[in-house]
């Protein structure tokens, strides 16, 4: 019988997912911290409706997150790019 894998949780003190990506809807460019983050890299408004579609929608998983935050950054940083729209 093959089991699925438990949910992943975010690492503590990582943030990548706040930092790596552009969030537009809060002007926010890739590459800067949200302004939403606390000294310990939680996101001030999570589970609030204020949140954006996309933080909320945004689930860990090993893929993304991998083993490191360091891993996290580069890949989200990855993605940025390849998503970016070409103008």
Same mark, same amino acid.
């Given at each position: ?17 706040? +930092? ?24 001030? +408004? ?42």
């Amino acid at each position: 019988m093959h089991e699925s894998p438990l949910p992943l949780s975010c690492r503590p003190g990582c943030g990548a997912c706040c +930092i790596a990506p552009s969030i537009s809807s809060l002007s926010k460019p890739a590459g800067t911290p949200c302004h939403h983050l606390d000294g310990e890299l939680r996101c001030r +408004i999570f589970g609030r409706p204020e949140r954006p579609a996309c933080c909320s929608g945004l689930q860990p998983s090993f893929e993304m997150c991998g083993d490191s935050r360091e891993h996290a950054l580069r890949w989200l940083q990855a993605l940025e790019v390849m998503t970016c729209p070409q103008g």
